[in-house]
């Protein structure tokens, strides 16, 4: 057995651990949100209204986060974390993926061209203050999420199916774990219509799997992405923007079509072999146990 067999060997995270990750995931938001959708007046007597900045919906948000450090911490220990963490200093992928990340505006001010709003909405901010407190409480809420999204089930769904496959199964499961803050006033998705929601979460999870396979299972990128996707900056495009995900989900395909449909180049590691900027050949599905 060489030394990356024997690291792995040490430091796995088995398939079956998708389970109890979902199960935490989707406990722990729905369990909260459930609560405010059932139980309204005693809840809000208790805790306050619930809104985008409220602790409790902040700890739903974070579920899948935290979803992923328990089931990690499970299997392979502070170490094994420590490890899986080290993903977040991953950046290195080709550059044309840096040029799509800072081209991701451009698909909000499309849909919000054909919305008819990209000239008649005001800027949301008056102060510089209160458009870098927005920027912020943004950073901390959305993006935590890939912690357990891309950076534990993306990898698990690659072992069984080809990336295309692993990206719409957990597009679909995504789209889905947000179900319950459409039925609540003031959260963010309150406003929103859930089907189209639904089919653009599928559409993002199919752009940043090759984005993740592209740069070795970088969590540090799928965060950016994730935050291009909610950065408050942006033009309210909704639903338009979800046909201009999708355009860019079908012309990324195509372009990555002989690594999207072959589990070859797919990362299926959670735990790196090494705590290193560049993660090697160990993580893709030819090489992993």
């Known amino acids: 057995m060489n030394s ?46 619930l809104s985008g900045h409220h602790p409790l919906f902040i700890l739903a948000v974070w579920s899948p986060a935290f979803a992923a450090f328990i089931i990690i911490i499970r299997y392979v220990g502070l170490a094994g974390l420590r490890r899986y963490l080290s993903r977040m200093l991953l950046w290195r992928c080709p550059p044309v993926w840096y040029v799509f990340l800072l081209g991701v505006p451009l698909l909000f001010y499309a849909g919000a061209a054909v919305k008819g709003n990209l000239f008649t909405d005001p800027f949301p901010f008056n102060s510089l203050p209160e458009l870098l407190s927005a920027i ?3 950073l901390i809420l959305g993006p935590i999420e890939e912690f357990g999204w891309r950076g534990l089930a993306l990898p698990l769904l690659q072992r069984r199916f080809a990336p295309i496959w692993a990206g719409l199964i957990l597009g679909s499961i995504w789209g889905i774990w947000h179900l319950p803050a459409f039925l609540l006033s003031d959260t ?26 592209a740069s070795r299972g ?53 735990i790196p072999p090494t705590i290193n900027r560049k993660i090697p050949e160990a993580l893709t599905e030819k090489n992993s146990p």
Do not use: C
């Open 188 to 213: 963010p998705q309150s406003a929103w219509s859930f089907t189209p929601f639904f089919l653009g979460s599928i559409a993002l999870s199919l752009i940043v799997t090759p984005l993740f396979n």
């Open 4 to 49: 990356y067999s024997t690291i792995n060997h040490r430091y796995s995270v088995p398939l079956i651990a998708l389970i109890p990750f979902l199960l935490i995931a989707f406990g722990l938001a729905w369990g909260i949100l459930a609560l405010y959708i059932l139980l309204p007046e005693p809840m809000t007597r208790m805790f306050g209204q």
């Open 218 to 270: 970088s969590i540090l990128l799928a965060f950016l992405f994730h935050l291009q996707l909610i950065n408050p900056i942006w033009p309210d495009a909704q639903p338009y923007d979800i046909f201009f995900f999708w355009a860019a989900a079908l012309v990324i395909i195509v372009i990555n079509r002989k690594t999207m449909f072959r589990k070859t180049r797919a990362i299926t590691l959670v």
């Open 136 to 138: 912020a409480i943004t």
